[in-house]
Structure formats: C-alpha cells, structure tokens
C-alpha cells in the first residue's frame, strides 16, 4: 500500500503552535483522501482533521488547527496553534487509497508525540 511517515511532534508549552507533516510515498495507488487522527492516553483514536472532497475539523480544534495538502508531494500537514493540554496525544497521520480494482484502503503513518504542558 502506501507508506506515510510522519514528523513534528514534540512538547509545547499551552498556547504555542506546532506543525506536522506526514509524507506519503510514490505508489500505483490514487490517494483520495488524507488527514488526522490521534489518541489521548487512555481514550480511543479520534478524528482531528480529513481532506478529501472536503476539508473537516473536530469541534475540540476548530478555529485553531489547519489541515492543508500538498498533492504534488502526497504531503499533508496540520498546523495546530493555541495548543491546551487536552491536546496531549499521539497523533496519526492517514492516506486513503483506492487501487487500480476499486477496493479502498487506510494507511497509517507511525504516530508522532504531542505533549501540551507547562
């Protein structure tokens, strides 16, 4: 399938910004879809941001994260600014694939530590 890495993450203080990337590599496969999820300690992997056919956001970060892609590079990014603690997870990044028979497919990138503490 497709091999995301990712990279960015990091400890901040609350109120900084960081930025992450997540790097997808050449394949056969179409790329429909990517974006991010990621898991607090001890909760379940949400979804912080998609880009698709549409840009979404969960409500926690709207208004202070931004997805954005770069197709040329099958690069997507999330700037996060005004960082809280509850922000504190492992983030994943994902790419969303159809092959050449029309079966889709999830690829995950490795996960990268946000940490939100003074």
């Known amino acids: 399938q497709v091999q995301l890495v990712e990279s960015g993450g990091g400890l901040v203080q609350p109120g900084g910004s960081l930025r992450l990337s997540c790097a997808a590599s050449?394949?056969?496969?179409?790329?429909?879809?990517m974006g991010w999820y990621r898991q607090p300690p001890g909760k379940q992997r949400e979804l912080v941001a998609s880009?698709?056919?549409?840009?979404n956001y969960a409500d926690s970060v709207k208004g202070r994260f931004t997805i954005s892609r770069d197709n040329a590079k099958n690069t997507v990014y999330l700037q996060m600014n005004t960082l809280k603690p509850e922000d504190t997870a492992v983030y994943y990044c994902?790419?969303?694939?159809?092959?050449?028979?029309?079966?889709?497919?999830?690829?995950w990138g490795q996960g990268t530590q946000v940490t939100v503490s003074s």
């Open positions: 880009s698709g056919g549409s840009t």
């Open positions: 994902y790419a969303r694939t159809v092959s050449p028979t029309g079966a889709y497919f999830t690829s």
């Open positions: 050449k394949t056969i496969f179409s790329i429909n879809a």
